[in-house]
């Protein structure tokens, strides 16, 4: 079964400085999407970005980027130049390919608190 | 907003009776997604429906059970409840059973007293 680990479970950044959350993941699949989403205090989860893990090449959103390393499991989220608005859980999560077969369902970390202060 | 409508937005109830969560997914989208988030376990995949049949089963106890109908909405039963079903519950919809964009609704809030 896919797992996926968020170590951090609180972090702080000032506003307009970089903040990098962290997540691993376990799964024997070599296809498959990686997913951060973000839940402000309305509760709405959001998603902020999304990589393919055919592809080599890191995903970016704006201020949002990914740094991917399939080898070691690993796909954190850098948020540069921090906005009061950022302030959130943010979960990483897993799907497996479609190609692979398996259900489609997303598989959560427990999530990251991240402050941002003035 | 992501498109996606669930009522009630909060919901407050005794145990052992059973409610009825409703999701409206995004126009277009044919699959339809139900997640469980308590502070013990998470955010939980509960079960997936596409085009009007289950496509997906999770962590889904055998007193919830749901439905998705010909228009496409979706239903989510909850039955003889337990405080330990207290928990946010989240529709999610995609535009096919592949699932690689899902966009979540703003949650029911269900507590159980």
């Known amino acids: 079964a896919q797992t996926v680990t968020q170590s951090q479970p609180e972090m702080s950044v000032q506003e307009a400085e970089t903040v990098t959350l962290s997540c691993t993941y376990d799964t024997s699949e070599s296809d498959y999407y990686l997913f951060w989403y973000k839940q402000p205090p309305s509760r709405q989860m959001i998603l902020v970005i999304r990589?393919?893990?055919?592809?080599?090449q890191n995903a970016t959103e704006n201020r949002f980027s990914v740094n991917f390393q399939k080898a070691a499991k690993s796909f954190s989220l850098k948020i540069s130049d921090s906005q009061l608005g950022d302030a959130a859980m943010y979960f990483c999560?897993?799907?497996?390919?479609?190609?692979?077969?398996?259900?489609?369902?997303?598989?959560f970390g427990t999530g990251t608190r991240l402050q941002v202060t003035l | 907003d992501s498109g996606v409508t669930q009522t009630p937005k909060h919901l407050i109830t005794a145990t052992g009776q059973r409610v009825t969560l409703r999701c409206s997914p995004r126009?277009?989208?044919?699959?339809v997604y139900w997640y469980q988030q308590s502070l013990d376990q998470g955010l939980q995949f509960l079960i997936q429906?596409?085009?009007?049949?289950?496509?997906a089963k999770g962590n889904i106890l055998e007193r919830f059970s749901a439905q998705q109908f010909p228009d496409l909405h979706s239903e989510l039963n909850l039955s003889s409840l337990e405080l330990g079903d207290s928990a946010l519950y989240f529709c999610?919809?995609?535009?096919?059973?592949?699932?690689?964009?899902?966009?979540f609704g703003q949650g029911t809030r269900l507590t159980v007293v």
């Open positions: 429906y596409y085009n009007g049949e289950e496509r």
């Open positions: 999610a919809s995609s535009l096919d059973y592949r699932g690689t964009e899902a966009f």
């Open positions: 126009s277009g989208d044919l699959s």
């Open positions: 999560a897993y799907s497996p390919h479609p190609n692979t077969g398996t259900a489609s369902k997303l598989t």
């Open positions: 990589q393919e893990a055919y592809k080599q």
